[in-house]
């Protein structure tokens, strides 16, 4: 610590008490990506006396959060989001430490790649259910996407079976998510930077964030309760089905004390709030893209064609079906479901490059930063899944795999596999049996949707047009008859 207190902190806009107030609030990762040119490509921000860093190259992040994991793998305290709104249970936002470490050991036990055959199965299962209801209502698409990713996690974590126009849990889960994703920006709430703000009475003319707080604070904790009190109640009546929480519930005799239930209940609902709206945001960029790329959805068609024919592809295909691959990796790229990852903090006092990094920093990853570096991804706004396609090049760093989509080193996302396998059969699957085409407005003209996303901790594509068209007579068929 010592011969850290003498050097001198990252280069970074240099700011007034006030002026930090400025901070970006919209769209900060391409800010922060701007700011490169400037200040390189470690960024420090001393925002009303929290000290930040930014990273912007994928160099730093791993130097930092990869290889120093031991130090840089706790997580910022959220005022906002876990003291005001109630996500306390939310273990993606518990520092590191022994508590984070038991839920995170839980949720591997069930989250396992290799044991991977009862979630695959449920995701077919649910990717069937999406391509029914895309034939009757194919409008209302992005509500069915939203209704299958919920309903693979709700199972999987509670053995619980949603409807196939969904029911209440899925609308509990957009409200109380939505505050978090409102919520879950560093810096988009003073409260977070001057934690004594809490303090403040809701009443008080600029409390308006404590009111915002109070009213999302009941649906986060409706969320963690309500589905874990119906199981229970499940396992008196003997209806429940197994899943996560039946496992741990009946694996001791003796039953869970109260410090372990709470602990399954955590890691059940962590599971859901972080497993479902992340998976809707690459899907529902698939739709996008295909939108308007029908070359692109063309060639995967012809893959899927000639490689399984008019039947529905299955997670076994994966290997096969190396386009169809390379369309989910470039969904993660192009616009990054978290574009600044989740933050992390440091927790020791810390040197990097001659300069230093003080405890308790705030490190927040730009990974819409480096997914856009024209050095790595070249010409990378653009939708292109082929360069991916092209193993001797990723293999010198330039288009490699996108794995920073779900974050680095010891907090990196624990759901990842779950996910790729959502989203690999969701598109093959759709792709099998749909065409996706530009709607046409009242003129019969094409409509054009615009690339655009929220501004949000979780991005997502802001509401666009499409229309989903079966592919032949006997695509209806084979959806019908699943
Ligand atoms: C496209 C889908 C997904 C994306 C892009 C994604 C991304 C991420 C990211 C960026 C993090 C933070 C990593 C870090 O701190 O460096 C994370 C953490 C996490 N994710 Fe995911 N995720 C996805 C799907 C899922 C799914 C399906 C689940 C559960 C079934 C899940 C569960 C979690 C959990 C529990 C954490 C917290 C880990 C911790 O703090 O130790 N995620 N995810």
Redesign the pocket.
């Known amino acids: 610590t010592a011969t850290v207190l003498g050097l001198p902190l990252p280069p970074g806009p240099k700011a007034s008490w006030f002026r930090t107030l400025s901070l970006p609030t919209t769209y900060p990762w391409i800010t922060y990506a701007n700011w490169q040119n400037i200040y390189g490509d470690v960024i420090y921000l001393r925002v009303l006396g929290n000290p930040v860093i930014v990273l912007n190259s994928s160099v730093a992040i791993s130097d930092l959060?990869e290889r120093r994991g031991n130090i840089y793998s706790s997580?910022p305290i959220r005022t906002m989001v876990v003291e005001l709104i109630g996500w306390d249970w939310l273990?993606?936002?518990?520092c590191y430490g022994d508590r984070?470490k038991q839920?995170?050991n839980l949720?591997h036990k069930h989250?396992r790649p290799n044991d991977s055959d009862r979630y695959r199965a449920l995701q077919q299962k649910e990717t069937h259910t999406l391509l029914r209801n895309l034939l009757q209502t194919p409008e209302n698409f992005r509500y069915h996407i939203r209704r299958s990713a919920a309903a693979v996690?709700l199972n999987?974590s509670y053995g619980h079976q949603i409807a196939q126009d969904g029911d209440d849990y899925v609308q509990l889960a957009d409200k109380a998510i939505a505050g978090l994703a409102q919520a879950g920006i560093f810096g988009t709430y003073l409260v977070d930077y001057l934690p004594f703000l809490k303090y403040v009475p809701a009443w008080f003319p600029f409390a308006s964030f404590k009111r915002e707080a109070f009213a999302w604070r009941k649906l986060t904790r409706e969320l963690v309760d309500r589905p874990f009190d119906m199981i229970k109640q499940k396992l008196v009546e003997g209806t429940e089905f197994p899943c996560l929480v039946t496992q741990e519930l009946e694996s001791r005799t003796a039953g869970l004390d109260s410090e372990d239930e709470e602990v399954v209940k955590n890691v059940a609902a962590?599971?859901y709030a972080?497993?479902?709206d992340?998976?809707v945001?690459?899907i529902l960029s698939f739709f996008l893209a295909m939108t308007i790329h029908p070359e692109i959805q063309k060639r995967a068609q012809d893959e899927l064609c000639s490689v399984i024919g008019t039947r529905l592809p299955a997670l076994s295909d994966r290997n096969d079906l190396p386009f169809i691959e390379c369309i989910c990796y470039e969904l993660?790229r192009w616009n990054?479901?978290?574009p600044l990852?989740?933050?992390?903090c440091v927790m020791q006092d810390d040197e990097y490059r001659g300069y230093q990094i003080p405890k308790g920093t705030t490190v927040i990853?730009n990974?819409w930063a480096i997914f856009h570096d024209p050095e790595t991804y070249p010409d990378p706004m653009r939708f292109n899944p082929d360069r991916f396609m092209n193993f001797s090049a990723n293999e010198e760093k330039i288009n490699e795999k996108p794995d920073a989509?779900?974050?680095?080193?010891?907090?990196?996302?624990?759901?990842?596999h779950?996910?790729?396998d959502?989203?690999f059969i969701v598109v093959a699957s759709v792709l099998t049996v749909y065409d996706i085409c530009r709607a046409k407005d009242e003129n019969g003209n094409d409509i054009n949707p615009d690339v655009e996303y929220t501004s949000l901790l979780l991005s997502h594509p802001k509401p666009f047009k499409c229309d989903i068209r079966p592919r032949s007579e006997d695509a209806i068929t084979v959806v019908t008859q699943m």
């Open positions: 959060l997580r273990f993606s936002s518990m984070w839920h995170r949720f989250f996690v999987l962590t599971a972080a497993g479902s992340t998976v945001s690459a993660l990054p479901v978290t990852g989740l933050a992390h990853p990974v989509a779900f974050g680095f080193g010891r907090r990196i996302c624990p759901g990842r779950v996910a790729l959502f989203i």
